[in-house]
Every structure is written in C-alpha cells, then in structure tokens.
C-alpha cells in the first residue's frame, strides 16, 4: 500500500479545495479510507471517513457542512472536498486506510498512511 495526498495548497478564507489520495495497492476498494489533519501544536484529529462502497460517511461535528468525503474505486482514489475554508483549518491533511466498518476515528485504527498535504487558510 502507498498512498500519496496531493491537493493542498494556500487558500483565502470561504474558499475551496479539493483534495486526492491515490493508493497504488490492490486493496483500495475493500478498505475504509479516512482523512484526518494536523495544525500546528496540535494533535492529530480524524476529519472523515467512508466505507468500502461509499454508502456510508463519518464526519467530524466541525466540518460536517463543509466537507465531504467521496471515493472512486475504479481509480483507487479517495476525496476531500473542503468548501467554506476558514483559517482554523489550516493543517497537514493525512489520508489513511484501513478495514473494517465501525466507529473509527482513532489514529490506531488505521494501518497506512500518506504522507500529508497542507493546507493554509489565510484569513
């Protein structure tokens, strides 16, 4: 598994991105996909996530009506659509994979990650 996050990028506040993350393994379309970010100084926290087929979505209460999560199994790719940026969304923005449908917002239950895109919000 090698997943490679691409899309961030600098932004003015209200705006909107769009970001990617390709997998190069074989097991992209049975794995759950999930984004999480980190700010600088801060922790890292689970943003989304979506199941295998795509039926179902888990967002954080912070995004929920700005973000959505999507995923194209004939492409192996995984989406983060962000609209309505605010400067407080300002982090790297990791993709992650792994199994297994459930309440999954913990760094732990994911086995591989990206290597990170960021994002800047400038107010």
């Known amino acids: 598994v090698q997943l490679q996050a691409s899309g961030g990028g600098l932004v003015q506040a209200g705006g909107s991105l769009r970001l990617s993350c390709a997998d190069s393994?074989?097991?992209?379309?049975?794995?759950?996909m999930a984004w999480f970010r980190q700010a600088p100084g801060k922790e890292r926290e689970f943003v989304a996530a979506i199941s295998w087929s795509g039926a179902r979505t888990d967002v954080t209460d912070s995004v929920r009506d700005r973000f959505t999560i999507s995923r194209d199994n004939a492409k192996n790719t995984v989406y983060l659509q962000m609209n309505s940026l605010k400067p407080e969304d300002t982090a790297v923005y990791y993709c992650?994979?792994?199994?297994?449908?459930?309440?999954?917002?913990?760094?732990?239950?994911?086995?591989?990650w990206g290597q990170g895109t960021l994002v800047t919000v400038s107010s």
């Open positions: 992650a994979q792994g199994s297994g449908w459930g309440n999954k917002r913990g760094f732990g239950d994911y086995e591989y």
């Open positions: 393994g074989r097991a992209f379309s049975i794995s759950v």
